[in-house]
């Protein structure tokens, strides 16, 4: 009798036993996906996206290996999308909000003098004539010229149309400069909370890791 109500305890026991250790198991395979989560993330951090370009010229990023090198037309359609970005204004969309966009894609020490000498056209402030619009329309750019290590230089032959209220036909203004860009480790643009059609354009061009150093004429021997 007593020996019947032994093997009932140890037969009601062995249940328990199943639940725990299928418990137990659970526990373990949730720390090892949580652990598994967090090394992933820290596999992210450590290993930094770098460019990949497509044979269109659009550029995109991706978990690969740092390189410095870009296809001729990803650097052509940097340069001119990115001038044409900047150059191309009207009443809606004021001069201001487009340079304080695009000119990140600028170097910091060129940033001045683009604005002095390029968008401040023949002395004219465009930023203070409210009423003027700008378009940018390229002629010709040239095959760019590897001048370093990550650094090309392009040729830019293009005329700047500006419009105002008094002024319909416009005036057309030669646009005939050297565009020095460089590779970029990061890309040098962000996006804003609440981001308009420029600020997507600006983040596109800036996933192609490049970014323009310097701007001379066409002419300037000495661009460097």
Known sequence: MQLFKSDNRKTSILPLFAVGTFGLNIF??????FHGSML????RQLTPQSLVQLADGRAITADTTENLERYPQTIRRFVGETMTLMLTWSKQQQPETVWQISSELLTNNVKQKFQS???DVNTTN?????????VLVIQRISQPQKIGDGKWKVELQANQLIFNNSDRLGKSVPFNKQILVQATDTQTTSLPDLPVSWNLAAYRLGEARLEIYNICDIKDKNCS
């Open 28 to 33: 373990t395979l949730l720390i090892l996906m």
């Open 40 to 43: 992933q993330q820290l596999s």
């Open 117 to 119: 000498e390029v968008i």
């Open 126 to 134: 465009q930023f203070e004539n409210r009423g003027a619009e700008s």
